[in-house]
C-alpha cells in the first residue's frame, strides 16, 4: 500500500528476461474482461505511459495509485504473463487474483 492505494510492484530477473531495463517506456491498455496490458509498442494515442526505472540488473516497475485499487478490487495477488507481439513488441498482461 501506498497512501491507502493498492500497489502493483515488478523487479529483476523477470523484467530482464522480458527485456525490459530501465527507461523502457510501456503504454497501458485495460481490458474488459480485467486485464491491463503494458506494452512497449503504443496502440492508441491516449495510452497511459509508466517508465521502468531501477538499476541495470535491478531493474524496477511500481505501479500505484487510486487507478491501481480500483483495478487489482478485492482480489489479493495478481498474475503476470509474458508476451511478444508485432515481431519484437514485449508486452506484460497483468489480471488481479486470489490466490
Not at 18 to 32: F, S
Not at 88 to 95: E, Q, R
Request: hydrophobic share 35%; glycine share 10%.
Amino acid at each position: 500500500m501506498n497512501k491507502n492505494c493498492r500497489r502493483i510492484w515488478l523487479e529483476g530477473t523477470r523484467l530482464l528476461d522480458a527485456g525490459l531495463v530501465k527507461g523502457t517506456a510501456l503504454h497501458r491498455q485495460m481490458y474488459d474482461d480485467g486485464t491491463m496490458r503494458l506494452s512497449t509498442h503504443r496502440t492508441h494515442d491516449g495510452d497511459k505511459r509508466h517508465t521502468v526505472a531501477g538499476k541495470g540488473d535491478r531493474p524496477i516497475l511500481d505501479l500505484c495509485g487510486k487507478w491501481v485499487t480500483a483495478f487489482i478490487g478485492d482480489h489479493t495477488h495478481f498474475t503476470v504473463e509474458v508476451r511478444t507481439h508485432d515481431g519484437d513488441a514485449v508486452a506484460l498482461y497483468i489480471t488481479p487474483a486470489t490466490i
